[in-house]
Every structure is written in structure tokens, then in C-alpha cells.
């Protein structure tokens, strides 16, 4: 059974910075690419960022731009989130998933999901 676990959330102050990680257990791991997405309450499931299977295409939105990194090491089976510079409007459940080589900015299109962990960023 596949297995998607995150760590890492917790509550910060504005300004602060945040590593979540996504330990997997994935045979084939590094054949997978990976996405982190974040829901915040009452808001849609939305993308953060996505690093294909050989870590060699990153893509972020916008919002995240310039403060947020993805990386993966294939040896642990692993995908990080490096989260800088946080602001309020971080707070949200950040959820990391898998598919198969290339990432994609839609949801849908993944295999896997992780349970989510809770990013709090106070003002």
C-alpha cells in the first residue's frame, strides 16, 4: 500500500520559515514526480509547486514564487518544501502527490495523496 507522509507544519510568525517534507513509499519513487498543494478553509485545493521524477523541471505559482523551493532527494524517497518569507496568506493544509514522471498543476491528475499538514503563519 502506498504511503504519503508529511512533516514539518506547524504555527510561525510572518516572516518565518517552514520545511515540510513528504516521505513516500514508493517502490519506483524516482520514476514519480511530486506536488505539494495547499487548501486553506473555505478556499479551493490549489497548487504550490510540482518537481518531475529527475528533479530537473521545478514549477511554482505565482503566489510562491521566489520564497518557496521544492527539491526531492531519491535516495530517501523524500520531496521538501522549503517555505521562506511566510506570510498569513500561507495558512492553509499543505498536501504533497504523486505521478507518474512529469509533474501537472492539476490534482486530478495524481495517483497518490498524503494525509496533509498544517501550515499556521501569524501576523
Known amino acids: 500500500q502506498v504511503q504519503l507522509v508529511e512533516s514539518g507544519g506547524g504555527l510561525v510568525q510572518a516572516g518565518g520559515s517552514l520545511r515540510l517534507s513528504c516521505a513516500a513509499s514508493?517502490?519506483?519513487?524516482?520514476?514519480?514526480?511530486m506536488g505539494w498543494f495547499r487548501q486553506a478553509p473555505g478556499k479551493e485545493r490549489e497548487i504550490v509547486a510540482t518537481?518531475?521524477?529527475?528533479?530537473?523541471?521545478?514549477y511554482y505559482a505565482d503566489s510562491v514564487k521566489g520564497r518557496f523551493t521544492i527539491s526531492r532527494d531519491n535516495a530517501k524517497n523524500t520531496v521538501y518544501l522549503e517555505m521562506n518569507s511566510l506570510k498569513p496568506e500561507d495558512t492553509a493544509v499543505y498536501y504533497c502527490?504523486?505521478?507518474?514522471?512529469?509533474?501537472?498543476?492539476?490534482?486530478?491528475?495524481?495517483?497518490?495523496w498524503g494525509q496533509g499538514t498544517q501550515v499556521t503563519v501569524s501576523s
Open positions: 514508493l517502490r519506483t519513487f524516482s520514476t514519480y514526480a
Open positions: 502527490a504523486a505521478r507518474k514522471y512529469s509533474g501537472s498543476v492539476y490534482g486530478y491528475e495524481y495517483s497518490y
Open positions: 518537481i518531475n521524477w529527475s528533479a530537473g523541471s521545478t
